[in-house]
């Protein structure tokens, strides 16, 4: 029987988690030769994820410098992970979503006409600076792509429209879910694991918890600076408090801190690891981020999702009344929290909503396709 070599490239935390389930697939499938690099464009948050997955790189390129710029980094990965492949040789290179180490991941396999399976296929916000760069990323990985593995008919749909081969283009689900449901086992047999949490549930204990991530590049600035005065408003209630994990990434933390620090119903965490983030989204009332990965995540518990940006390339959840888009006005930022606070029925509408990401099967249709 001959063995498919497939080599998975990944760097950042949510590539981790999505991509986990697949690697977990191809490691027990006797059909692949499994080949993992991971570029470490986050360091510390990718690490927690490949330790509790059990996943040990084949490759580790630790690209991680401090204030980066797009394009040394970009150089970095390019030759980097090229060097790699030059080396492994393989039928295949899987990368997921749109960040740096995606879209070099997928430019390395072309010089070396390599096939390219893109994981998350087909999301566009159709605003090349909303979410940035990320929009470009995927849409120069799409021109690439030999395989899509489109989460929804409608990323499905977006490929259509741009004229991809529909042969090549697969709806199979999101694999997110697929880790959601892994961890949220694991962590029922070793409970644990997500054990960290407890001083601060019992510390807001009686109040309704808001979770919250807030990362984007396009939000720097003004934008934090909005998001931080509607939290302050926010947990200015007696009856709501907010537990924030603050992203590592200085443009982040030096507002958030300053602005946010000290305030009774503010917890400020350091970055959770994914058993912990699952055990947040698992007892938050509802989730305020900037995040893509959450807009998929929270509605598979019921959770719903705020969306403090002005454009989604996740409209299947807006669509389908799971998530909404509220921008970083702090205005609107309140008066919609405030609504899901004091409406029950606004807050049910969202909360019943059908989750439209996937059923958790989506690793196994991927490597299915990579077989064929």
Same mark, same amino acid.
């Given at each position: 029987?001959?063995?498919?070599?497939?080599?998975?490239?990944?760097?950042?935390?949510?590539?981790?988690?999505?991509?986990?389930?697949?690697?977990?697939?191809?490691?027990?499938?006797?059909?692949?030769?499994?080949?993992?690099?991971?570029?470490?464009?986050?360091?510390?948050?990718?690490?927690?994820?490949?330790?509790?997955?059990?996943?040990?790189?084949?490759?580790?390129? /630790?690209?991680?410098?401090?204030?980066?710029?797009?394009?040394?980094?970009?150089?970095?990965?390019?030759?980097?992970?090229?060097?790699?492949?030059?080396? $492994?040789?393989?039928?295949?290179?899987?990368?997921?979503? /749109?960040?740096?180490?995606?879209?070099?991941?997928?430019?390395?396999?072309?010089?070396?006409?390599?096939?390219?399976?893109?994981?998350?296929?087909?999301?566009?916000?159709?605003?090349?600076?909303?979410?940035?760069?990320?929009?470009?990323?995927?849409?120069?990985?799409?021109?690439?792509?030999?395989?899509?593995?489109?989460?929804?008919?409608?990323?499905?749909?977006?490929?259509?429209?741009?004229?991809?081969?529909?042969?090549?283009?697969?709806?199979?689900?999101?694999?997110?879910?697929?880790?959601?449901?892994?961890?949220?086992?694991?962590?029922?047999?070793?409970?644990?694991?997500?054990?960290?949490?407890?001083?601060?549930?019992?510390?807001?204990?009686?109040?309704?918890?808001?979770?919250?991530?807030?990362?984007?590049?396009?939000?720097?600035?003004?934008?934090?600076?909005?998001?931080?005065?509607?939290?302050?408003?926010?947990?200015?209630?007696?009856?709501?408090?907010?537990?924030?994990? $603050?992203?590592?990434?200085?443009?982040?933390?030096?507002?958030?801190?300053?602005?946010? +620090?000290?305030? /009774?119903?503010?917890?400020?965490?350091?970055?959770?690891?994914?058993?912990?983030?699952?055990?947040?989204?698992?007892?938050?009332?509802?989730?305020?981020?900037? +995040?893509?990965?959450?807009?998929?995540?929270?509605?598979?518990?019921?959770?719903?999702?705020?969306?403090?940006?002005?454009?989604?390339?996740?409209?299947?959840?807006?669509?389908?009344?799971?998530?909404?888009?509220?921008?970083?006005?702090?205005?609107?930022?309140?008066?919609?929290?405030?609504?899901?606070?004091?409406?029950?029925?606004?807050?049910?509408?969202?909360?019943?909503?059908?989750?439209?990401?996937? /059923?958790?099967?989506?690793?196994?249709?991927?490597?299915?396709?990579?077989?064929?």
């Amino acid at each position: 029987m001959t063995t498919r070599k497939i080599l998975t490239v990944f760097g950042t935390r949510p590539e981790a988690i999505k991509l986990f389930p697949l690697v977990h697939a191809l490691e027990a499938d006797e059909r692949f030769d499994s080949h993992v690099l991971v570029t470490g464009q986050h360091r510390g948050m990718l690490d927690q994820v490949l330790d509790i997955a059990g996943i040990t790189p084949d490759d580790d390129l /630790d690209v991680m410098q401090p204030d980066q710029t797009l394009d040394a980094l970009t150089a970095r990965l390019l030759t980097g992970i090229g060097e790699v492949m030059d080396r $492994v040789r393989p039928d295949h290179v899987v990368v997921q979503g /749109d960040t740096a180490t995606a879209m070099c991941g997928a430019l390395a396999a072309y010089y070396r006409k390599i096939r390219v399976c893109h994981v998350e296929a087909g999301l566009r916000s159709r605003d090349i600076y909303h979410p940035w760069p990320e929009e470009v990323n995927r849409k120069i990985i799409g021109s690439m792509a030999a395989i899509h593995c489109a989460p929804t008919e409608v990323s499905q749909a977006a490929l259509l429209r741009e004229n991809v081969d529909p042969a090549i283009v697969h709806v199979t689900g999101n694999t997110v879910i697929d880790a959601l449901h892994w961890i949220t086992a694991k962590v029922e047999e070793e409970p644990g694991l997500a054990s960290g949490l407890a001083e601060v549930e019992k510390r807001f204990a009686g109040k309704r918890i808001i979770g919250m991530t807030s990362h984007r590049r396009e939000n720097f600035g003004e934008g934090m600076r909005a998001i931080a005065d509607a939290v302050k408003r926010i947990a200015a209630r007696d009856d709501t408090a907010i537990v924030f994990p $603050v992203h590592l990434n200085p443009n982040v933390r030096a507002v958030m801190n300053e602005e946010l +620090s000290g305030l /009774d119903n503010v917890a400020l965490l350091e970055p959770l690891d994914y058993p912990h983030f699952a055990r947040l989204l698992d007892i938050c009332h509802l989730m305020l981020t900037d +995040s893509g990965g959450v807009q998929e995540e929270a509605p598979a518990l019921g959770k719903p999702v705020l969306v403090m940006r002005e454009t989604t390339e996740r409209p299947e959840g807006v669509d389908a009344g799971t998530a909404k888009l509220v921008g970083t006005d702090a205005d609107r930022i309140v008066a919609e929290v405030t609504a899901l606070l004091d409406d029950p029925a606004a807050y049910e509408a969202m909360a019943r909503a059908h989750n439209p990401f996937g /059923d958790g099967r989506s690793a196994m249709r991927i490597a299915d396709l990579l077989a064929q």
